[in-house]
């Protein structure tokens, strides 16, 4: 398990859009030149919309020195906020300290922000009506996750609690050694004074993972976890209602076990939604709401196949609204609060929504990010009453400059007669009879799925005379519980059925040449690559970054793929089901692999560890195949510094372009 919504790098650093592309063509520059938009936060009577950009340039005439890790590149992050009617746009921040977290006070005239200052995070506090932003002390704290309290009078925030200084002293008297089971620091919900004064920790608020104030500011809903192991906060959580004074307990929601990431107060304090599961691992197809005084919950949803990527209540909390996974597409549909059933659809059409779904106290609007298969992610507001969308951003225009690929939903039926959906992208040019090489890229997760949303990646490929095909294999969202359940205990085989059969479809459609196949993927669309890599020999090159290659060792050595991940997606652990483990794993089978492989992989990636990159590069190796490594210091499974973004891209590309050059090998299995 990868799990796309804690760790998928491809949809949050490759799916985004550029910045500003000097040449027709796109570079691996561009790519990591990118307007990127988060941290929507909608004004309180739903007339502005704050959020933040980050940006990443390049200084050409720069020299490295001594350690310098930035190698000229110069990362921001600032704090804009826009208008909603006139699309007027403001920018709040400047400097070189990344801005982040925008949230509005009740009265609409101040905007509270986190920015570094030194070694630390801090809060800051800007009026709308100008002058300097003033800054709240809280220590050696570093919050996050800040709000208003609906009164307006506390900031509340998320932070590890500083070692004292007898366990400092500890830790070093014994060289730093952690108890291995404890080594996950502690995170408390802490508030502080507006006014200003000395942040306070709520006492008995442990392992939160999120919260929220209820609108009368005296309780907060909490999202904990039993401690700080990831693996815990990413799969066994409890949502409860405390004071929001002294913590002390009010209620526990009688809600299934499972994964919970947030808890929201309908805007009457009544009761709280907490999105989760019913069966699965992280298919969120539950909508949960729970009586905030008692405790007993209810599910809004009838039925077990829809998927839910964000949710968020109306603003007279008579219903829900959410945004409903259908395919490779997204809607925006309503559920009564009332009573269980299947959602209405409030006529929100043409473009994918990502991320969270944002609402404002008293509007009925909901703000968030979309795009077109042709547009990149911008920030956007949907009116529910006349049903209206309205992108309030153009962060991008230079990308209708490229020469983009024509994007187009394809469809086939695998061995079994399953029917199977992907994302097809064609290079500009390429057509029924005139196809163009083809780049199979499997999604990550394995629970995620390709939609019709922009991909700058594929959109680079395609410029450089590739089309992509993004399938979506048995085990992705939008499609059904069964078919969401279907790649258990049965990973490897599940993907080559689903994504082979489909590449055959596209070369009777004379949509791919069958002398021109490449293939790569990220994350758990790398597993996808080293196993097949090592079952089917009719790729010319592939790609596989931070790809899982041993089950048995992701299971011992990721922050979270134990436990009861693996109980779902293997059905057993290796100890007691070796052979469930064994079967699907690709180094078993890497002396089949004649296909010339390029492996990346950072160096400090805890979700996939590096080591399963070096045991797949030593054994190709030591068998005599083509293979290349390359490491990526300092990086984690979603690389962050612009220089390794921009060299793992190019170098993607320009392993293919290699093999594509040069005649097809005879390969043949030792």
Same mark, same amino acid.
């Given at each position: 398990?990868?799990?796309?919504?804690?760790?998928?790098?491809?949809? $949050?650093?490759?799916?985004?859009?550029?910045?500003?592309?000097?040449?027709?063509?796109?570079?691996?520059?561009?790519?990591?030149?990118?307007?990127?938009?988060?941290?929507?936060?909608?004004?309180?009577?739903?007339?502005?919309?704050?959020?933040?950009?980050?940006?990443?340039? &390049? *200084?050409?005439?720069?020299?490295?020195?001594?350690?310098?890790?930035?190698?000229?590149?110069?990362?921001?992050?600032?704090? $804009?906020?826009?208008?909603?009617?006139?699309?007027?746009?403001?920018?709040?921040?400047?400097?070189?300290?990344?801005?982040?977290?925008?949230?509005?006070?009740?009265?609409?005239?101040?905007?509270?922000?986190?920015?570094?200052?030194?070694?630390?995070? /801090?809060?800051?506090?800007?009026?709308?009506?100008?002058?300097?932003?003033?800054?709240?002390?809280?220590?050696?704290?570093?919050?996050?996750?800040?709000? &208003?309290?609906?009164?307006?009078?506390?900031?509340?925030?998320?932070?590890?609690?500083?070692?004292?200084?007898?366990?400092?002293?500890?830790?070093?008297?014994?060289?730093?050694?952690? =108890?291995?089971? &404890?080594?996950?620091?502690?995170?408390?919900? =802490?508030?502080?004074?507006?006014?200003?004064?000395?942040?306070?920790?709520?006492?008995?608020?442990? !392992?939160?993972?999120?919260?929220?104030?209820?609108?009368?500011?005296?309780?907060?809903?909490?999202?904990?976890?039993?401690?700080?192991?990831?693996?815990?906060?990413?799969?066994?959580?409890?949502?409860?209602?405390?004071?929001?004074?002294?913590?002390?307990?009010?209620?526990?929601?009688?809600?299934?076990?499972?994964?919970?990431?947030?808890?929201?107060?309908?805007? *009457?304090?009544?009761?709280?939604?907490?999105?989760?599961?019913?069966?699965?691992?992280?298919?969120? !197809?539950?909508?949960?709401?729970?009586?905030?005084?008692?405790?007993?919950?209810?599910?809004?949803?009838?039925?077990? *196949?829809?998927?839910?990527?964000?949710?968020?209540?109306?603003?007279?909390?008579?219903?829900?609204?959410?945004?409903?996974?259908?395919?490779?597409?997204?809607?925006?549909?309503?559920?009564?609060?009332?009573?269980?059933?299947?959602?209405?659809?409030?006529?929100?059409?043409?473009?994918?929504?990502?991320?969270?779904?944002?609402?404002?106290?008293?509007?009925?609007?909901?703000?968030?990010?979309?795009?077109?298969?042709?547009?990149?992610?911008?920030?956007?507001?949907?009116?529910?009453?006349?049903?209206?969308?309205?992108?309030?951003?153009?962060?991008?225009?230079?990308?209708?400059?490229?020469?983009?690929?024509?994007?187009?939903?394809?469809?086939?039926?695998?061995?079994?007669?399953?029917?199977?959906?992907?994302?097809?992208?064609?290079?500009?040019?390429?057509?029924?009879? /005139?196809?163009?090489?083809?780049?199979?890229?499997?999604?990550?997760?394995? *629970?995620?799925?390709?939609?019709?949303?922009?991909?700058?990646?594929?959109?680079?490929?395609?410029?450089?005379?590739?089309?992509?095909?993004?399938?979506?294999?048995?085990?992705?969202?939008?499609?059904?519980?069964?078919?969401?359940?279907?790649?258990?205990?049965?990973?490897?085989?599940?993907?080559?059925?689903?994504?082979?059969?489909?590449?055959?479809?596209?070369?009777?459609?004379?949509?791919?040449?069958?002398?021109?196949?490449?293939?790569?993927?990220?994350?758990?669309?790398?597993?996808?690559?080293?196993?097949?890599?090592? =079952?089917? =020999?009719?790729?010319?090159?592939?790609?596989?970054?931070?790809?899982?290659?041993?089950?048995?060792?992701?299971?011992?050595?990721?922050?979270? !793929?134990?436990?009861?991940?693996?109980?779902?997606?293997?059905?057993?652990?290796?100890?007691?089901?070796?052979?469930?483990?064994?079967?699907?794993?690709?180094?078993?089978?890497?002396?089949?692999?004649?296909?010339?492989?390029?492996?990346?992989?950072?160096?400090?990636?805890?979700?996939?560890? &590096?080591?399963?990159?070096?045991?797949?590069?030593?054994?190709?190796?030591?068998?005599?195949?083509?293979?290349? $490594?390359?490491?990526?210091?300092?990086?984690?499974?979603?690389?962050?510094?612009?220089?390794?973004?921009?060299?793992?891209?190019?170098?993607?590309?320009?392993?293919?372009?290699?093999?594509?050059?040069?005649?097809?090998?005879?390969?043949?299995?030792?």
């Amino acid at each position: 398990m990868i799990r796309s919504s804690l760790c998928a790098f491809l949809a $949050f650093a490759l799916a985004t859009p550029a910045l500003a592309a000097e040449a027709a063509h796109p570079t691996s520059a561009d790519l990591v030149q990118l307007h990127t938009p988060a941290d929507l936060a909608l004004s309180p009577d739903g007339r502005q919309v704050v959020y933040t950009v980050a940006t990443a340039t &390049f *200084d050409s005439s720069a020299r490295v020195a001594g350690d310098d890790t930035k190698t000229g590149w110069k990362r921001e992050r600032q704090v $804009f906020v826009t208008d909603i009617a006139t699309q007027q746009t403001r920018q709040l921040t400047r400097g070189d300290a990344l801005a982040s977290a925008p949230c509005w006070s009740p009265d609409g005239r101040t905007i509270a922000f986190l920015r570094n200052v030194g070694e630390h995070a /801090a809060i800051h506090l800007m009026s709308l009506g100008g002058g300097e932003p003033r800054r709240l002390d809280t220590g050696e704290l570093d919050p996050a996750s800040i709000a &208003f309290s609906p009164d307006g009078a506390w900031l509340g925030f998320l932070a590890e609690e500083p070692l004292e200084a007898d366990e400092k002293q500890l830790r070093h008297v014994r060289g730093g050694a952690i =108890h291995w089971e &404890f080594e996950f620091p502690e995170t408390h919900l =802490h508030r502080i004074a507006v006014a200003g004064g000395v942040a306070q920790m709520v006492p008995g608020t442990t !392992n939160v993972v999120a919260y929220e104030w209820a609108p009368d500011s005296k309780r907060v809903a909490l999202v904990t976890s039993a401690n700080g192991d990831p693996y815990l906060a990413s799969s066994v959580d409890r949502v409860s209602v405390v004071q929001a004074a002294d913590g002390s307990f009010v209620s526990t929601l009688d809600l299934p076990e499972g994964p919970y990431t947030v808890a929201h107060w309908s805007p *009457d304090g009544h009761s709280i939604l907490a999105p989760g599961l019913q069966g699965g691992l992280s298919n969120v !197809n539950a909508l949960y709401v729970a009586d905030a005084a008692t405790g007993k919950v209810r599910d809004l949803v009838s039925s077990a *196949d829809l998927g839910f990527a964000a949710a968020s209540w109306s603003a007279d909390s008579k219903s829900v609204v959410a945004v409903v996974r259908r395919g490779t597409a997204t809607t925006l549909e309503r559920f009564a609060a009332a009573a269980p059933g299947t959602g209405t659809p409030l006529g929100f059409s043409g473009r994918v929504i990502s991320g969270d779904l944002v609402t404002a106290a008293s509007s009925p609007r909901f703000a968030f990010l979309s795009s077109t298969d042709r547009t990149p992610d911008q920030v956007t507001v949907f009116d529910p009453a006349p049903a209206r969308t309205l992108v309030v951003t153009d962060l991008d225009p230079q990308v209708a400059t490229w020469p983009l690929g024509t994007t187009r939903v394809v469809r086939w039926k695998n061995a079994e007669g399953v029917n199977i959906e992907g994302v097809l992208t064609l290079a500009p040019g390429a057509h029924e009879g /005139a196809p163009a090489p083809i780049i199979v890229m499997p999604h990550g997760g394995p *629970d995620d799925v390709t939609t019709t949303k922009f991909s700058a990646l594929a959109q680079y490929f395609a410029s450089r005379g590739y089309s992509v095909l993004r399938p979506n294999y048995r085990g992705s969202f939008g499609y059904g519980f069964d078919f969401y359940a279907a790649n258990r205990n049965r990973f490897g085989e599940i993907e080559q059925a689903d994504i082979e059969s489909g590449v055959d479809q596209l070369i009777r459609d004379g949509l791919a040449d069958s002398k021109q196949l490449y293939f790569g993927g990220w994350s758990w669309g790398g597993y996808i690559t080293t196993w097949m890599v090592t =079952h089917v =020999h009719r790729y010319r090159a592939a790609v596989a970054g931070a790809a899982v290659s041993d089950v048995m060792h992701s299971y011992s050595l990721s922050d979270i !793929n134990h436990g009861l991940a693996a109980q779902w997606e293997y059905k057993g652990d290796p100890w007691s089901q070796l052979s469930q483990f064994d079967r699907p794993n690709p180094i078993r089978y890497v002396k089949d692999c004649t296909t010339p492989l390029l492996l990346l992989h950072g160096q400090a990636d805890t979700r996939v560890p &590096f080591s399963e990159s070096v045991q797949f590069y030593r054994a190709l190796k030591d068998l005599g195949r083509s293979v290349q $490594f390359y490491a990526y210091p300092r990086e984690n499974h979603s690389f962050a510094e612009p220089a390794h973004r921009v060299d793992y891209v190019k170098r993607w590309a320009d392993w293919y372009d290699a093999i594509r050059s040069t005649p097809d090998p005879v390969r043949t299995l030792p």
